[in-house]
């Protein structure tokens, strides 16, 4: 069946309307797309540790000293202390301030002291006493030094068979002629030596040390007196400065004398 040229146009002009687009679908189209917000960039992802490095060597192998990050700040956040402000670490001091000297007990030291010069004196006395007892010859030894005026005695010693039995730096043998030493020997046959330094007074630069050794006989049953004098009748101390010339006169006169031992009992000296 054939269909008209009016049916043919008419459905023509039906299917063109139906394609062409509405007013609602030109506004729709129309309407600006709306902005999006600005992505953030991507973080970037941390390493991720591998039990073994992707080339295949051991972390042995590795350079030496090199630290993980991670590593460096845990030790860091390990080792770090924080001081209060006007405070100093334990076991440091500020900088310019010393250390506190460690206090000194005077009194225990005083204490100490006369405790142990109290044994020396017992102990010396128990000594002069057992030495009585055993020995029955008592030596008794005078030293004095005749030049004091010219001469300053720094040192002056005396000496029994090498034991040193007198010391002295007070230039004592120069005021008084006290003796120096008196106790019990065994009977018979002793070496004294006599040592004395002395320095000049008018010149310093001058000094002298006399030393002299002899041998004494002690009786039994006796004392036995030994008296030294010493002195120095040189002038070079004195002379030097004016001329440039002088002398030394260094002599140690030694008397030794037995003397029979006094005691008294009841009041009564008695001579053996």
Known sequence: MRRSPVVLLTALALAALLAAPGPADAQVRRRPAPARAPSAPPRPSAPTASTEPATGERPEASAAGAVRPEQARTEAGATETRTEPGKTEPGKTEPGKAEPAPSTDVDALRQEYLKLRDQLFRSRARAAAVAGA???SKLRVQLDYASARFYTVTRATVRLDGAN???????AIAADRAPRWEGFVAPGRHMVTVRIEA??????RFATALESSFTVQAPAGKDLVVRCAARDEGD???QWQRSEHGSYRLRLDVAVESARREERRGGVKRVH
């Not at 039995?165 to 230039?171: L, R």
């Not at 320095?199 to 310093?204: I, L, P, V, Y």
């Open 165 to 171: 039995v007198y010391d002295d730096a007070q230039g």
């Open 199 to 204: 320095t000049g007074k008018d010149d310093r």
């Open 134 to 136: 055993l020995y029955s």
């Open 236 to 238: 070079i101390a004195y």
